[in-house]
């Protein structure tokens, strides 16, 4: 059975940093395409930031300079790293995992937790 549990949410100041984690199980985060997402209320989710099999590592324009995703194989978990977060920035975060193959799409999600930047 596949889990991802996202842990890390709370409430941050404007400025002010934040780490949100994924832990998996069931599934190697090395080889799956894992990602982090966000939805604010009233907005459709957004795809926030993306590391892939390669290391490869993707950011939506917004958070560009600001948030890193890493990935720790050892721990089988995933990182977002937060900074200069704005109010914009408050969402419900989910952490998400994508593999494929010929046969089948892989495409897991975790429960969510809430990041709220406020003062």
């Known amino acids: 059975q596949v889990k991802l549990v996202e842990s890390g949410g709370g409430l941050v100041q404007p400025g002010g940093s934040h780490r949100l984690s994924c832990a998996a199980s069931?599934?190697?985060?090395?080889?799956?395409?894992m990602g982090w997402y966000r939805q604010a209320p009233g907005k459709q989710r957004e795809l926030v930031a993306t590391?892939?099999?390669?290391?490869?590592?993707n950011y939506v324009d917004s958070v560009k300079g600001r948030f890193t995703i890493s990935r720790d194989n050892a721990k089988n978990t995933v990182y977002l790293e937060m900074n200069s977060l704005k109010p914009e920035d408050t969402a419900v975060y989910y952490c998400?995992?994508?593999?494929?193959?010929?046969?089948?799409?892989?495409?897991?999600w975790g429960q969510g937790t809430q990041v709220t930047v406020s003062s």
């Open positions: 998400n995992a994508k593999n494929k193959n010929m046969w089948t799409v892989y495409d897991y």
């Open positions: 069931g599934i190697l985060v090395r080889v799956y395409a």
């Open positions: 590391v892939t099999s390669d290391a490869s590592t």
